[in-house]
């Protein structure tokens, strides 16, 4: 059974960073990309951040360029999420997922969804 285990949220004050991991276990080899969502009370889970397993592309949303950086380990079957300057709206629960085919900004394009880690910014 594929897991995925999201790690690194907590409670941080405005302009700090965080980093956040995704262990990967049993991931098939059909997942062709990697992504982050994330969920803020009331609000619809939305893409942040993609990347392609195989050549490393990258893409972000507009609220996550210039602050945030996805990479992995593929030693370590792990994604992270680097986030910094981060600000009370990147309030929210985190989510990495592993998709195969489709749009890889969309949250139907995934397969595979891990639990989530909460990632609250004070002001």
């Known amino acids: 059974q594929v897991q995925l285990v999201e790690s690194g949220g907590g409670l941080v004050q405005a302009g700090d960073s965080l980093r956040l991991s995704c262990a990967a276990s049993?991931?098939?080899?059909?997942?062709?990309?990697m992504g982050w969502f994330r969920q803020a009370p009331g609000k619809e889970r939305e893409f942040v951040a993609v990347?392609?397993?195989?050549?490393?592309?990258?893409y972000y949303a507009d609220a996550a360029k210039g602050r945030f950086t996805i990479s992995t380990d593929n030693a370590k079957n792990t994604v992270y999420l680097q986030m910094n300057s981060l600000n009370p709206e990147d309030t929210a629960v985190y989510y990495c997922?592993?998709?195969?085919?489709?749009?890889?900004?969309?949250?139907?394009?995934?397969?595979?969804w891990g639990q989530g880690t909460q990632v609250t910014v004070s002001s």
């Open positions: 997922a592993g998709g195969r085919v489709g749009d890889p900004y969309q949250k139907a394009s995934y397969a595979y």
């Open positions: 049993r991931l098939p080899f059909s997942v062709y990309f």
């Open positions: 990347i392609r397993l195989s050549g490393g592309y990258t």
